[in-house]
């Protein structure tokens, strides 16, 4: 009787962490979905939501989780915190991995935002020998494309800008260049 009664109980204390770990999934994935549509508030709130399921059971966070508070910092303009946070990332992943990917792609955005082109291309660089996905490399590629057009830029190369810009295929970063040419490493938005 009391064999069945412990059987029973770490059953359902083993359903209850799967529960949690899906939740904390759940959230990470609204606050991902929150950070691409633009909604920085709506992304802390699901990031502060897995944070506490984190701190309140076996769970844990996880390397998504910091990755998604890092871009959220980008995103808010807190610099430093984001370089913070991607290089604790990257200091405990393995070269070539793709969370060294992640964390070198939110780094050489920092650096773009802070106008340090020459940081940024490293990182990038770095970032896209890395990543595998089409997808990936195109975001890359256009990253790099923005870089190297704002490099040209402030060099006062204005039709070598133009040609690294046309070659975004991202047509949100193409209208944010357009609009904002001359303020474009503080006001393209990143994602």
Excluded at 84 to 102: D, E, H, Y
Excluded at 115 to 142: C, H, I, N, V, W
């Amino acid at each position: 009787m009391k064999r069945t009664a412990i059987i029973v109980a770490l059953a359902m204390a083993g359903m209850l962490m799967g529960c949690q770990d899906q939740e904390y999934d759940v959230q990470i994935r609204q606050a991902h979905e929150a950070l691409v549509t633009g909604f920085p508030e709506l992304a802390d709130h699901h990031l502060e939501k897995a944070e506490a399921l984190a701190d309140d059971s076996r769970v844990g966070s996880t390397v998504d989780g910091e990755l998604l508070r890092a871009e959220l910092k980008l995103q808010q303009g807190h610099f430093e915190a984001a370089t913070q946070l991607a290089g604790q990332v990257a200091a405990k992943s393995s070269p070539g991995s793709i969370n060294m990917a992640r964390a070198n792609e939110i780094l050489g955005k920092v650096a773009i935002r802070q106008g340090k082109l020459d940081a940024a291309t490293e990182y990038l660089t770095r970032a896209q020998k890395s990543f595998m996905s089409p997808a990936d490399q195109y975001r890359l590629k256009d990253l790099l494309n923005i870089v190297n057009g704002l490099s040209a830029y402030s060099q006062g190369r204005t039709r070598l800008a133009q040609k690294h810009w046309d070659k975004i295929t991202n047509e949100q970063l193409k209208i944010d260049l357009t609009t904002t040419t001359s303020t474009a490493s503080k006001t393209v938005i990143l994602q």
